[in-house]
């Protein structure tokens, strides 16, 4: 009995010991780190865990605060500009974060890459080190995520059925209504065409901009979704979004009955219990289909979102068909636009640290952010995190490590590379306000007429207003300036 | 020194809680009054007020938020006319005998307002719901306090009054009807959220059983707000029922038994002996639950985000959602007109209906 008792003590000191020894030795003993973020354990938890990692290697300790997804801007905003500090990296859509840096919030990370040797730049996709971290020319903020939207299949559905993954948007509404009734993972139940995130307040208004993105865009990343850059005029009310509205409604038919109700979790618990034959999602569906209780590992094929045959014409606001004038990147007259939405998690460090603290700050994105680290947390689904960098994408190893099959691996990675280096790819709203634009306006006309409360066309004419107003707000030159900058690179 | 402080003893042992009221709900009343005459930019070291006057409020009742606020408007049908026409008339009538019974000048304003709220809320309805257009925020929310306190009411009623009676296991009643309150709203939405989920939710085998299953109450305007009325009144019926039970076991069991000696029936007897005596403290009750229900937030967010489409946002969950997009002007305009509504219908009840009521009583 003593001798267990002994034992245990001394394990116990032991585990106590020796993460301080490693802590004495570290360069930021002292020093905290507030993070605020989403609630975990996506994003948030591997964050927590990495911390502790940090710690023991610099004496840092890494603390992360959660709050609802819907209110990280606003707290961080306020935090910052009140001068409360109480944070002092932001984990959240880069998008959003030009207005932090228009504020004189944010700091600029140029010096810290500069000295950095660990964090090799140029292994970062295009879109994301050129595009996603920067403001201006300079790198505001650190991915630990890279975002953007896909479409996911049943591979066994569509075999059973004689499809093909769909194209366009007109085949998507046709598979989709074929496959809709089909039992898909054999309890006896009639299982759904699609599942795709379409309540109010949640992540519809992404889906949308999927839908519409090879409807408006065509011309390439620097061409945008939605402004003529000069005027800040909105491009919104014409025939492309509107068919994108009526795509998007169509599909109600074929989802599940209170799909107007389902949010991201919702899709996602049904995608993996096998009861959807395609999906509108981020990349987290290739890792999570191969996690404990899923019904659909190595059942998923992930192919780019569907495109469109039809472009819009700026000028005269219609669809005219597509051809190598007005599509230069089409493919087999189809044009795509993976659309970047969210643009993924990425971390800002608040200029008001001290310079021990910033350099604290940015050591830690950084360390999430490095190779060593990403490759791994990219691979499972629970953390969030999803491919940024390209040797996350040239090799299956770490993939088929985590349990997917060497096919399932290749598929999922070339879908990514083949969005990711779209030179057509659409990007998501990196001006002030991009949360009452997209979030609050976008959002709520598309719940309106996905409710039937209004037309189509309704729904088109108050974006436009509302768009209108949110410039006027801000001020158009203000916002026609940084819009104008958000699109100067392209990959 | 010790004259000074007998003298300004009471000031003094008064002032830690006035500066408490002070600092945390009257400047907070004149900070938020402030932006909702303004557009606010945070920046860098602190942040940027643009007054505009009445532009917040304005939007909301003639503008782009129009809509959101108090409905669509196009054309009102017969029904709304009638509708319409017949209250404008009551209530005028109504404010006409004012004038020739008692008037006074006080009294007269007060009515004025309590009129113009009352035709405001009238001709709402008749041009929105009674017209076949969609009505906004407002119109939702009176849904609530109305038809939310009304079933709350009576059935919180009926549980205390039958409480109250020697019955078996009453003590076990009590504390079983008392729980619901005791969770947390945000609890509550998503336990109805669940089990009201026909898809994948605990129930969804009962509802395919019961033929329901194809059937979405978040995708029917209707259906969503009735569920989130039934919720609410889950949650709430506890508090009209403990409250109730402690009136009516405050009635003297004298009264009771001597009008049973006289041959009362039991519907007599509460008619003429509880009933009156309980109603000042049902009155109160109902008063504090409409203003409770005048601010649901938590139960339309939780459950359903406000949609479909805006079908079941209440004001105060408008102003939540403005102030989260950082529209901290709207926010506050939006939240002065729900307190306005509040007051003056709250207000009003009290001393039109509760008041006269019990002034009528011997």
Known sequence: ?491 | MNEWLDKHMGRLFLAPAVTLILVFSIFPLVASLIMAFARIRFSAGGFKVRFVGWRNFEKQFFGSEQFHLIGTFTQISLLGWIFGLSVTAALLWWIWGYVRRHFTWFGFVGRLITLAMGLGITWLFAGTLLSGNLFGTIGTTLFYVLVGCAIQFVIGTALAYACSKNIRGKTAFRVIFFVPMMITPIGVGYIFRMMADTTKGPFSNVWQWVGLGDFSWAADPWAARIFIVIADSWQWIPFVFIMMLAAFESVSRDLTEAAELDGAGPWQSFREITWPHVLPIAATVMLIRAIEAFKIVDLPNIMTSGGPGIATESVSLQAYYAWRALDLGSASAIAYILLFVTVVICVSFFNLVVLARVRKQP
């Open chain 1, 1 to 491: 009995m003593l001798r267990k008792f002994l034992g245990g003590t001394a394990l116990a000191l032991a585990t106590a010991i020796a993460p301080m020894s490693a802590s004495a030795e570290g360069h930021y003993d002292g020093v905290t780190v507030n993070i605020l973020t989403r609630p975990g354990p996506v994003i948030a938890g591997r964050m927590v865990e990495r911390g502790e990692e940090f710690k023991a290697m610099t004496g840092a300790e890494i603390r992360v605060a959660e709050v609802p997804f819907a209110e990280i801007f606003q707290k961080l905003l306020t935090d910052w500009a009140t001068g409360t500090n109480s944070v002092d990296v932001g984990v959240f859509a880069s998008g959003w974060g030009v207005e932090l840096v228009a504020g004189g919030l944010v700091e600029n990370l140029d010096p810290y890459i500069a000295a950095d040797d660990k964090i090799d730049l140029q292994d970062i996709a295009p879109y994301f080190r050129d595009f996603n971290q920067k403001v201006e020319g300079s790198t505001y903020f650190i991915t630990i995520d890279g975002d953007f939207q896909m479409m996911y299949y049943r591979t066994d559905v569509f075999a059973d059925a004689g499809l093909e993954p769909p194209k366009t948007w007109e085949e998507y509404l046709e598979v989709g209504a074929k496959i809709h009734g089909m039992d898909m993972n054999d309890d006896g139940e009639p299982d759904f065409g699609s599942c795709t995130f379409m309540k109010r307040n949640a992540q519809s208004y992404f889906a949308i901009q999927s839908v519409a993105a090879s409807m408006v865009q065509s011309k390439g990343t620097g061409e945008g979704l939605y402004f003529d850059p000069a005027t800040m005029k909105p491009k919104v009310n014409n025939d492309a979004w509107k068919k994108a509205f009526e795509v998007f409604k169509a599909s109600v038919a074929f989802n599940p009955p209170d799909v107007l109700n389902h949010d991201i979790g919702d899709t996602r618990s049904l995608a993996l219990a096998g009861r959807c034959g395609m999906v509108i999602d981020w990349g987290d569906i290739g890792p999570l289909s191969i996690e404990d209780g899923s019904q659909i590992k190595d059942k998923v094929g992930a192919i780019i979102m569907p495109g469109s045959t039809e472009v819009l014409n700026v000028e005269t606001g219609k669809l005219e068909a597509c051809e190598a004038s007005n599509c230069p990147h089409a493919v087999d007259g189809v044009n795509f636009a993976p659309f970047a939405a969210f643009g993924g998690w990425t971390g800002a460090v608040s200029a008001t640290l001290d310079d021990q603290k910033k350099q604290a700050a940015y050591d830690f994105l950084s360390y999430m952010n490095q190779a060593e680290q990403s490759n791994v947390d990219v691979t499972m689904g629970w953390t969030g995190y999803n491919p940024y960098r390209n040797s996350q994408l040239e090799d299956t190893t770490a993939w088929v490590e985590a349990g997917f099959s060497e096919a399932s691996a290749e598929n999922y990675l070339s879908a990514i590379k083949e969005s990711l280096n779209h030179p057509n790819m659409a990007s998501d709203f990196r001006i002030p306000g991009a949360q009452q634009y997209t979030g609050v306006v976008l959002d709520r006309e598309l719940a309106r007429y996905l409710a039937g409360e209004i037309t189509v066309d309704q729904a088109l004419a108050n974006i436009e207003e509302g768009w209108e107003e949110i410039t006027d707000d801000f001020g158009r030159e203000d916002q026609a300036k940084i819009y104008s900058l958000s699109l100067g690179i392209t990959n």
